[in-house]
Each structure stands twice: as structure tokens, then as C-alpha cells.
């Protein structure tokens, strides 16, 4: 295992930011916190009821889902480059299968809620490096928020905050990188 691989968050890092979670957590009832964490304490008819808004949600930022500039340009680049590119999200795979096929964008792996451990566990990062056959030590995490971090230096990766428009957030100090456009991530990146 010698190969890098790219594995990029998605809602709010190749695509614009969409969703308002304070919205979602409010018609959920949840007062704060993760919404996937807070649904695994609730019962199941909460829990049934709490998934089906926020995939009501998610559906609805699929549908109107803007690219960040230059994503489908930047993921073609590193895929042609010799890394093998990965998409890590806590979304659900449908909304993120739409949002691929409609944009045109073509990823070697992916991970979803559906698929077990979610950010900001590694063991997502760990199980993406070892289908991609990379090496995590060499290998990168792109993404917009704190669970992307966390995820990607415990398992070993590199990792970049993609802040976009928004305000450097307290926690970038724990990014290696901090880009405000996708397009930069070429100059840091190296060849494979």
C-alpha cells in the first residue's frame, strides 16, 4: 500500500452548504448536539419519525444541490493524477447517489450512514484506505467541519478544512490545511 487517496466530505464541501441544522433539530425536537447521535438514544417510533424528516431534508438539498466551484474539475484531477478519490459522509446514500449522477461527478468509494461506523470515527477512513488500497499515512481528508478532522487524524490522514465563504472556525487549528476553495487543494495534494 503505497497510494494516497483523496476521501472528501460532501454536504458543504464539494457541494455549497444547504442544509440549516438548527432547523432539522428544532421539527425533530432535539435541542442540540448531532442529530444522527441523538436519534440512536431515542425510541422507535422517535427515531422512525426523526429519519424521515431528516431525509424530508436531505432530499430537498439533494434536489437543489450546487456544486463548489470547480469539484467536478478537482476530483477528476486527483483521480487522473493517480488517486483513487472517496466520498465520506454522514448523509444517506440515496440523496448522495442523485447528487453524483446528476452532476456527473465519478468517485472510486463511498461511505454513508448506511454503511456502519460514521464520522468522527476513523474506522469509516480506516475501511476506504484499505478498499482503495492507500496507505492513511499518505492519505487525505477533505472537509468542512469537526467530525471530518477528528476522523481523519485518528486514522492517520492528513487532513484540510474546507471553510468556502464562511468564517475560519475556532477548530481549524486542528486542520494540517485550510482552503477556502476546492481549487487550491491541487497545490497541496502531490502527485500519487
Do not use: K, Q
Given at each position: 500500500m503505497c497510494r494516497s487517496a483523496v476521501i472528501f466530505d460532501f454536504d458543504g464541501t464539494l457541494t455549497k452548504?444547504?442544509?440549516?441544522?438548527?432547523?432539522?433539530?428544532?421539527?425533530?425536537?432535539v435541542e442540540g448536539g448531532?442529530?444522527?447521535?441523538?436519534?440512536?438514544?431515542?425510541?422507535?417510533?422517535?427515531?422512525?419519525?426523526?429519519?424521515?424528516?431528516?431525509?424530508?431534508?436531505?432530499?430537498?438539498?439533494?434536489r437543489n444541490a450546487e456544486l463548489q466551484d470547480g469539484a467536478v474539475e478537482v476530483v477528476a484531477?486527483?483521480?487522473q493524477r493517480g488517486h483513487p478519490v472517496a466520498i465520506l459522509t454522514r448523509n444517506a446514500r440515496p440523496m448522495l447517489d442523485f447528487v453524483l449522477s446528476a452532476h456527473?461527478?465519478?468517485?472510486d468509494a463511498v461511505r454513508t450512514r448506511e454503511d456502519g461506523a460514521i464520522k468522527p470515527s476513523p474506522e469509516p477512513v480506516l475501511s476506504?484506505?484499505?478498499?482503495?488500497?492507500?496507505?492513511?499515512?499518505?492519505?487525505?481528508?477533505?472537509?468542512?467541519y469537526l467530525f471530518d478532522l477528528i476522523s481523519g487524524r485518528e486514522?492517520?490522514?492528513?487532513?484540510?478544512?474546507?471553510?468556502g465563504g464562511k468564517e475560519t472556525p475556532p477548530f481549524a487549528d486542528q486542520a494540517d490545511f485550510v482552503i477556502h476553495r476546492l481549487t487550491e487543494l491541487s497545490a497541496i495534494i502531490p502527485s500519487s
Open positions: 452548504p444547504y442544509l440549516d441544522f438548527d432547523v432539522i433539530r428544532a421539527e425533530i425536537g448531532p442529530i444522527l447521535e441523538a436519534m440512536n438514544h431515542m425510541d422507535d417510533a422517535s427515531r422512525r419519525r426523526a429519519a424521515a424528516i431528516l431525509e424530508r431534508y436531505e432530499w430537498e438539498a439533494a484531477g486527483f483521480r456527473g461527478i465519478s468517485i476506504l484506505c484499505a478498499e482503495l488500497d492507500a496507505d492513511p499515512l499518505r492519505s487525505w481528508v477533505v472537509g468542512d486514522a492517520g490522514t492528513r487532513t484540510v478544512l474546507m471553510v
